[in-house]
């Protein structure tokens, strides 16, 4: 059996609105990321209770001029970046509040 939830569609849109403004704030920072404009992944932090930060990254793309990957820590309230770091791998973005400390 297949439960509906109504809310569904909001929440996604909601998800998708932060991504676009986690994006927004890292391009601005690095404005060489609008073109071309690397594969984006990423979602909400677990522990983050008041939906303030956003896990976003990409991986290495040598096709695209990007010899590495980065991750990137977003607080969308502010458009600020507030931690960065290069990764490898989609697995070494982080899923936590607690895992930024690590």
């Not at 980065?70 to 931690?83: E, M, Q, T």
């Not at 290069?86 to 690590?102: D, F, G, N």
Request: aromatic share 6%.
């Amino acid at each position: 059996m297949r439960l509906i939830n109504p809310f569904g569609k909001v929440e996604r849109q909601m998800a998708d609105e932060r991504m676009q403004a986690a994006v927004a704030a890292v391009e601005a920072l690095i404005p060489e990321l609008h073109d071309p404009r690397p594969h984006w992944f990423g979602g909400r932090l677990e522990g983050d209770v008041r939906l303030r930060y956003m896990a976003i990254g990409y991986t290495a793309s040598p096709d695209d001029g990007r010899d590495e990957g980065r991750a990137f820590i977003v607080d969308i309230r502010s458009g600020h970046v507030i931690w960065q770091r290069p990764i490898a791998r989609r697995s070494e973005l982080p899923r936590s509040v607690t895992a930024l400390a690590q």
